[in-house]
């Protein structure tokens, strides 16, 4: 699970990061699309396979907002706010504010 972590923390200038984002595209800025292709690396293919299972495991802690998204990070008691509130959600110009951006 560290790589998870790792590459929603690391610098996003680093060459492994870029890498991993041109091959897969991101999802989100925790995660990459979903790998389907048979062919590719098996390592990142696993490791995305096990998001979900890691992610529900998880909450995500604020300190100063700036890497946690106000929308699609689960930081909240209630929970992921765009799964509570998709219509304010699908009217938001920017959806991919952090906390400490709103």
């Not at 390592?43 to 699609?72: H, Q």
């Not at 909240?76 to 906390?99: A, C, K, S, V, W």
Request: charge should be positive.
């Amino acid at each position: 699970m560290k790589w998870l972590w790792k590459y929603a923390n690391d610098d996003k200038h680093q060459l492994w990061r870029k890498v991993i984002k041109a091959k897969y595209k991101e999802e989100n800025r925790w995660k990459t699309n979903e790998v389907f292709s048979p062919y590719g690396v098996n390592l990142w293919r696993s490791i995305r396979a096990l998001w979900d299972d890691f992610k529900i495991k998880t909450k995500v802690k604020v300190r100063n907002g700036e890497k946690t998204s106000f929308w699609g990070d689960d930081w909240h008691e209630m929970g992921i706010l765009r799964n509570i509130y998709p219509d304010i959600h699908n009217l938001m110009l920017n959806q991919q504010r952090t906390i400490a951006g709103m």
